[in-house]
C-alpha cells in the first residue's frame, strides 16, 4: 500500500475548523511535512514538525503528531474559504495523495 | 525569495516525439533539484534527484533512459521525455533545494508544475 496515506477529500464550512488527518509507514523522517497546493500553483510549504514533537502551533493551523500510532493531523482555525485547496502530508521525498478541502460558504 | 519556475505549464505532444520541460531556480541557487510525477488522486511519486553536474538519481522503476534529467546549472534542471507515449500523461512538477534557503535543512520549493499530454 502507499507509504502515506490521507483521505481525498474534505468539506466543512467557512468560520469551522478543518481537520485534515494523515497516516505513514515510514517512521524515519526527521520531518514531517503539509504542504498546500492552490488551483494552479505549485506546492507551498504550509508547515512542518520535528519527528521528536508531538504539536506545532502556527497561527490558525496545529499540527499533530502521534509517532506511536504513526499518524500526523493538521487542524486549521476559523476555516476560510481562502483555504480552500489541496493538502499534502509528506515526510522525507514520500507524499500523501493530497485531501482536497473545500470551504462552503 | 525561493521561487521555482517551470515551462512549458501546458504541453500537448503527438506520440512518440520528445518533450523537454524545464525548471529554474529564479532568486537562489539550487544545489539539488527533484522531479516529481503527479497522476489523478494518487501520491505525488519522486521520479529523480539530480545535483548539479552529476548524473541523476533515479527512483526504482523509473526508466533513466526515457526521462532524461540534466542539471546543468546551479538555477536549471531539465527533464526531457522521449518518444512520449498517452500513458506519459501526467502532471510533472520539480522543486529544488538550496541547504542556506531552507528553514530546515530538507525544505523543497516547489514548481507550478508542467502538464503534459500525449496524444
Known amino acids: 500500500g502507499e507509504d502515506v496515506e490521507q483521505s481525498l477529500f474534505l468539506s466543512v464550512r467557512e468560520g469551522d475548523s478543518s481537520v485534515i488527518n494523515c497516516t505513514y509507514t515510514?517512521?524515519?523522517?526527521?520531518?514531517l511535512y503539509w504542504y498546500k497546493q492552490e488551483p494552479g500553483a505549485g506546492l507551498q510549504l504550509l508547515t512542518y514538525?520535528?519527528?521528536?514533537?508531538d504539536m506545532k502551533q502556527d497561527q490558525r493551523l496545529t499540527v499533530l503528531l502521534n509517532k506511536k500510532d504513526k499518524h500526523l493531523s493538521l487542524r486549521i482555525a476559523d476555516t476560510q474559504t481562502g483555504d480552500s485547496a489541496i493538502y499534502f502530508c509528506?515526510?522525507?521525498?514520500?507524499f500523501g495523495a493530497g485531501t482536497r478541502l473545500t470551504v462552503k460558504p | 525569495g525561493a521561487v521555482v519556475s517551470q515551462h512549458p505549464s501546458r504541453v500537448i505532444c503527438k506520440s512518440g516525439t520528445s518533450v523537454k520541460i524545464e525548471c529554474r531556480s529564479l532568486?537562489?541557487?539550487?544545489?539539488?533539484m527533484f522531479w516529481y510525477r503527479q497522476f489523478p488522486k494518487q501520491s505525488l511519486m519522486l521520479m529523480a534527484t539530480?545535483?548539479?553536474?552529476?548524473?541523476?538519481?533515479?527512483e526504482q522503476g523509473v526508466e533513466k533512459d526515457k526521462f532524461l534529467i540534466n542539471h546543468a546549472s546551479l538555477t536549471l534542471s531539465t527533464l526531457t521525455v522521449t518518444s512520449a507515449h498517452p500513458e506519459d500523461s501526467s502532471f510533472y512538477i520539480c522543486?529544488?533545494?538550496?541547504?542556506?534557503?531552507?528553514?530546515?535543512?530538507?525544505?523543497?520549493?516547489f514548481g507550478p508544475g508542467t502538464r503534459l499530454t500525449v496524444l
Open positions: 522543486s529544488a533545494r538550496d541547504q542556506g534557503l531552507a528553514r530546515q535543512g530538507d525544505e523543497q520549493f
Open positions: 509528506a515526510g522525507d521525498m514520500r
Open positions: 515510514d517512521s524515519s523522517s526527521t520531518y
Open positions: 514538525i520535528f519527528s521528536n514533537m
Open positions: 532568486d537562489f541557487q539550487a544545489t539539488t
Open positions: 539530480s545535483n548539479e553536474g552529476s548524473k541523476a538519481t533515479y
